[in-house]
């Protein structure tokens, strides 16, 4: 039991061009901002003319899309870590449980931790989602990555992407293996 699931070839291929592409339209939004305000990117200039905008609030036609390129260029670093967080995944089911490695990250869920699967039947197009009983992000202790971890996986969840080579067997193992934790279970408090 003690394989590994990684993200496959042509998962990492897309997961690469993912990330060129978020960065470049970062960039852009940097620039564009920049353009819009009429602030310059020189460290030397860029405070004398943020003291302006603060001056000299800019007018409607500037601040919508200021504040949409603000957005973006907030937004995009936590997609670019996400992306970067499936790249680095690697799922390994023991016989104590699930263990979750990605971006300094180290998680492992007890079998009888895992309440659900989902969607049912699992699909190849759609990300496979572990219920849990508990948070999982809550054993992070840096809190950055915990904020990033619930981020992608969300509260008591789990994701396994679609991009994880052999998915569907990893994905078989955990129903075989929590079928057979729930039956032991069943017995034992029967």
Excluded at 13 to 23: E, G, S, T, W, Y
Excluded at 125 to 130: I, S
Aim: charged share 15%; glycine share 4%.
């Amino acid at each position: 039991m003690s394989r590994s699931y990684r993200l496959s070839p042509a998962g990492r291929r897309d997961n690469l061009v993912l990330i060129a592409v978020v960065m470049m339209l970062w960039l852009f939004a940097i620039w564009s901002l920049a353009n819009t305000l009429q602030v310059r990117l020189h460290p030397a200039g860029m405070w004398a003319d943020v003291q302006r905008l603060f001056t000299q609030p800019p007018a409607i036609e500037q601040a919508v899309p200021a504040l949409f390129l603000l957005v973006v260029i907030v937004a995009t670093p936590p997609v670019i870590w996400n992306v970067m967080a499936e790249w680095d995944a690697t799922f390994v089911p023991t016989k104590d449980g699930l263990c979750y490695t990605t971006m300094g990250i180290r998680l492992c869920c007890q079998w009888n931790d895992i309440v659900n699967i989902q969607p049912t039947p699992v699909s190849a197009e759609e990300d496979v989602v572990l219920w849990l009983r508990y948070d999982p992000a809550s054993t992070i202790t840096h809190p950055l990555r915990r904020w990033l971890h619930r981020q992608y996986h969300g509260p008591n969840r789990l994701v396994i992407g679609t991009g994880i080579e052999r998915r569907a067997e990893l994905v078989a193992l955990i129903e075989q293996t929590l079928a057979a934790t729930r039956s032991s279970f069943a017995t034992t408090a029967a």
